[in-house]
């Protein structure tokens, strides 16, 4: 059968936006991993289960936020460049920062990890000696330290994988995949923008969130994969139907206050004594549990979408140097946020004081590492660059790029 071929979709500014903020919402999570009870690779004298609600906010969706938003960057790019030529940049923008990240960027979080946890004495060169030859002797109750390891990365290498799914999903269907995605375009409308996608990412998260909890070291990650990669593909296909987003707009509110509700009920749950539940209840509780939190993250991402539509659907000079800037911004953010709370601990600030300090300076010292690293073409395809930047004056405004991530 043959099915004419779609033309290439018109560029999302708002979704560049989505992405954006995403990322940034980064640097305060993983500002606030430092002060909650939760094992990170350092931690406050002050931590507590206090700031806990709040960080529940977000991550049940942001990381699946970004996947969506990368599935419709990537697709776009695909429906114009040849597969070997998608495939190619994809591996160079994404290869190249995950083997820097893992041999330069990463090391610092590991050292401080095992100075806090283990008192280990050793100094930073002796470390990475240990570091390059996978030493496995950094250990304690929880377990022993993996190294090398990619860290905060993990969506990198992740991202890197979905691609060639992509590809591969592609490559076999042709343009069956743009007739896909206009029959899930025709499925979703109405309230079954909000039913269909909440009810498979439930079913994803009962079947294998207890099963397989998460590691991210891509073997045995089987929950996030199937959560994640349908995600990606998702977005993939929404690229290809423009028309859906403005239904996703007319939703914003709707989406937001039963995301809003999820997060609620959510709190509740994780806040019960274990007590309270009865053994014999507890996996149909779970069960519930798990379809309230599929909603949420889902309409979550639907209202982070949908806002944006309405409001940032824009282009102006802040996208484009944000556009930029933020997949170098997260590749240094986590490194820095170790690195600044170990050698402020000695001050005894009081953890909102700190806490600011910490933010202002991981924003401040991430955008001044990305603003050296654009100026020089050996290090931009460190940070995830093209080795020359893009003549955007040059460029027609639908040619998407946002290709790092």
Not at 31 to 50: F, L, R, T
């Amino acid at each position: 059968m043959h099915l004419p071929k779609t033309a290439p979709p018109a560029r999302l500014y708002f979704l560049d936006w989505v992405r954006i903020i995403a990322f940034f919402i980064l640097i305060f999570y993983h500002v606030g991993m430092y002060y909650v009870s939760w094992y990170w690779h350092v931690k406050s004298p002050a931590a507590s289960h206090g700031p806990e609600p709040f960080m529940l906010l977000s991550s049940p969706w942001r990381l699946g936020l970004l996947f969506l938003v990368s599935g419709v960057a990537s697709s776009m790019m695909l429906a114009r460049t040849k597969m070997v030529s998608f495939l190619g940049r994809r591996s160079v923008r994404l290869l190249v920062p995950l083997v820097f990240g893992v041999l330069v960027v990463v090391p610092p979080q590991s050292y401080l990890e095992v100075v806090e946890w283990v008192n280990y004495p050793g100094s930073y060169l002796d470390f990475m000696r240990l570091y390059l030859i996978g030493y496995g002797g950094f250990c304690r109750p929880a377990g022993c330290l993996a190294i090398p390891t990619w860290n905060h990365l993990w969506f990198v290498a992740y991202l890197w994988i979905y691609t060639l799914g992509l590809a591969a999903l592609v490559t076999v269907l042709g343009q069956r995949f743009d007739l896909l995605a206009q029959k899930l375009a025709g499925l979703l409308t109405g309230w079954k923008i909000i039913v269909v996608p909440a009810a498979a990412l439930a079913t994803i998260r009962i079947l294998l969130a207890v099963r397989f909890p998460e590691n991210h070291a891509v073997i045995g990650d089987w929950f996030n994969h199937a959560n994640y990669f349908s995600l990606f593909v998702l977005g993939a296909l929404l690229a290809r139907t423009p028309a859906f987003w403005p239904r996703l707009d007319a939703l914003r509110w709707e989406c937001l206050g039963i995301a809003a509700a999820g997060w609620a009920v959510f709190v509740v749950w994780w806040a019960l004594p274990d007590a309270v539940v009865p053994a014999s209840q507890l996996a149909a509780w779970r069960t519930l549990m798990g379809a309230n939190i599929a909603l949420f993250a889902w309409c979550a991402m639907g209202a982070a979408c949908g806002f944006a539509h309405r409001h940032l659907h824009h282009d102006n000079a802040a996208r484009r140097y944000l556009t930029e800037a933020v997949f170098p911004v997260y590749i240094a953010h986590q490194t820095l946020i170790v690195v600044l709370a170990h050698s402020l601990k000695p001050l005894k600030l009081a953890p909102g004081t700190e806490a600011v300090l910490l933010i202002v300076m991981t924003a401040t010292a991430s955008f001044g590492i990305f603003d050296v690293v654009r100026r020089l073409p050996l290090l931009r395809p460190l940070f995830g660059l093209a080795r020359t930047p893009r003549q955007r004056a040059a460029a027609p405004a639908s040619v998407p790029t946002a290709e790092a991530a």
